[in-house]
Antibody, heavy 116, light 107 residues
């Protein structure tokens, strides 16, 4: 059974940092591109960042470029998102999603709240 | 950036009825369009990829069509569990943008 389990969310003050993790199991993690997608409360889905299977290709949404860093450790079947200089508008549920072309697999999400 | 516009924003139907959801792209995405279903408190689930291919385990009542800029998700006969929010997503160009969603609610 495919499982993606996010962790690391929580309450952080504006300007602060958080590191999200996503633990994968049940599929060949090292063969898949991985992604972060977020959803602000009551809003739609927003793609945040993607990383190719070997970390050769990395992409960011303009809204997070320069502040967020995606990475992965294929030996640990894990995906990460380092989030710095957080803003109120970054408040959202963050999902990790696996897929080379579309998002086949999704975790249940972790809530990040940026508030003073 | 490619913008996806979904219509209607809300669709009110009864179980057993046919649902037709639309997604229009601001420029051609060829057939590189996917549909996802999201229920309250849950993660999205992939339904359709490459415009018309059902993902693994998706019932046959879900079908997708279209190419270029105009796409349709059809649910042939609504089951109670189908009432949810549906998103389209393109993968033709980075970033892989999503539409704003269509809420399918029980009439």
């Amino acid at each position: 059974e495919v499982q993606l389990v996010e962790s690391g969310g929580g309450l952080v003050k504006p300007g602060g940092s958080l590191r999200l993790s996503c633990a994968a199991s049940g599929f060949t993690f090292s063969s898949y591109s991985m992604n972060w997608v977020r959803q602000a409360p009551g809003k739609g889905l927003e793609w945040v960042s993607s990383i190719s299977s070997s970390s050769s290709y990395i992409y960011y949404a303009d809204s997070v470029k320069g502040r967020f860093t995606i990475s992965r450790d294929n030996a640990k079947n894990s995906l990460y998102l380092q989030m710095n200089s957080l803003r109120a508008e970054d408040t959202a549920v963050y999902y990790c999603a696996g897929g080379n072309t579309v998002f086949d697999y999704w975790g249940q999400g972790t809530l990040v709240t940026v508030s003073s | 950036e490619i913008v996806l516009t979904q219509s209607p924003a809300t669709l009110s139907l009864s179980p057993g009825e046919r649902a037709t959801l639309s997604c229009r792209a601001s420029q051609s995405v060829s057939s590189y369009l996917a549909w996802y279903q999201q229920k309250p408190g849950q993660a999205p689930r992939l339904l359709i990829y490459d415009a018309s291919n059902r993902a693994t385990g998706i019932p046959a009542r879900f079908s997708g069509s279209g190419s270029g800029t105009d796409f349709t998700l059809t649910i042939s006969s609504l089951e109670p569990e189908d009432f949810a929010v549906y998103y389209c997503q393109q993968r033709s160009n980075w970033p892989g943008t999503f539409g704003q969603g269509t809420k399918l609610e029980i009439k």
